[in-house]
């Protein structure tokens, strides 16, 4: 074998390596990011669930609950895609199928789903941050157009101040059972007035109108009995904590919402 048939066989060896290199190093890279994929679309079905566990049946209007499922079946369909081999992610597929059509069923509104201990309180406050958030995310990325995400955002905050008035009603009726009828009714009346400065009055106007006969009726009670004591600095301090606490602004530090999630 002559010296350029030599020179010919390393080179053509040095090329092979070469491409052998480069095949690999793509391969590599295409199951990184398919891995990566993977996590993150997992990452997103586990928050998306909890938005929806971490809601009372009944609580989200049905325009809301539709968004957050048919997210939940995309997510599922391409995770069934990426592992087919993997049962599970058949299973929350037809999970996702069976609750998206159910969702669909809801032909009218159901009758207001009121949060009545701390802890759901809690976690309620929770998911309607997350989903505010969530929403922000779909009208960044064109699924939702700005008017329905308008739309979806007026509803959590909506829902924002129904939460406040379950947890002013809870305390009402707390302080009720105490025998502190004065701080019970400050927090029916800040439940109403909340309602009332909403502006859409017409959405709480039987919540309202309930509240309303309670209040007069603790207020007889309170002008019958003249030993009601005043509110003392205790009850004062736990008044304008929680009056510190109202989500009258829910959602207005836009910015907030702008920041990388993994809904991205």
């Known amino acids: 074998m002559n010296s350029i048939a030599v020179i010919a066989t390393i080179v053509l060896l040095l090329a092979g390596l070469v491409c052998y290199a480069f095949i690999a190093q793509t391969v590599r890279q295409k199951r990184e990011q398919r891995m990566r994929l993977t996590a993150a679309l997992k990452s997103r079905l586990r928050s998306l669930k909890f938005l929806l566990n971490g809601f009372p049946e009944g609580f989200l209007p049905k325009e809301l609950s539709l968004t957050v499922q048919r997210t939940i079946m995309e997510v599922c369909e391409q995770l069934a895609r990426l592992e087919p081999q993997e049962p599970s992610h058949v299973q929350d597929l037809q999970s996702a199928s069976n609750h998206l059509q159910e969702a669909h069923k809801q032909n009218k509104p159901e009758a207001r789903t009121h949060l009545e201990n701390p802890q759901q309180i809690k976690e309620a406050k929770v998911c309607l941050e997350e989903l505010y958030r969530f929403i922000h995310q779909l009208e960044k990325k064109g699924t939702l157009s700005a008017n329905h995400a308008e739309t979806q955002r007026n509803q959590i905050k909506q829902l924002a101040l129904q939460v406040t008035v379950d947890n002013y009603v809870m305390l009402g009726n707390e302080a009720q059972q105490s025998g502190k009828l004065k701080l019970a009714a400050h927090y029916l009346n800040q439940s109403i007035s909340l309602m009332e400065r909403d502006g859409k009055r017409k959405h709480f106007a ?59």
């Open 206 to 264: 039987e919540r309202i109108d309930e509240l309303k006969q309670r209040l007069d009726a603790l207020n007889e009670t309170l002008s019958d009995d003249s030993e009601q004591p005043e509110l003392n600095q205790d009850d004062r301090a736990e008044q304008q904590a929680q009056v510190a606490e109202e989500w009258s602004n829910f959602g207005n530090e836009d910015q907030n919402w702008k920041k990388k999630h993994v809904y991205d």
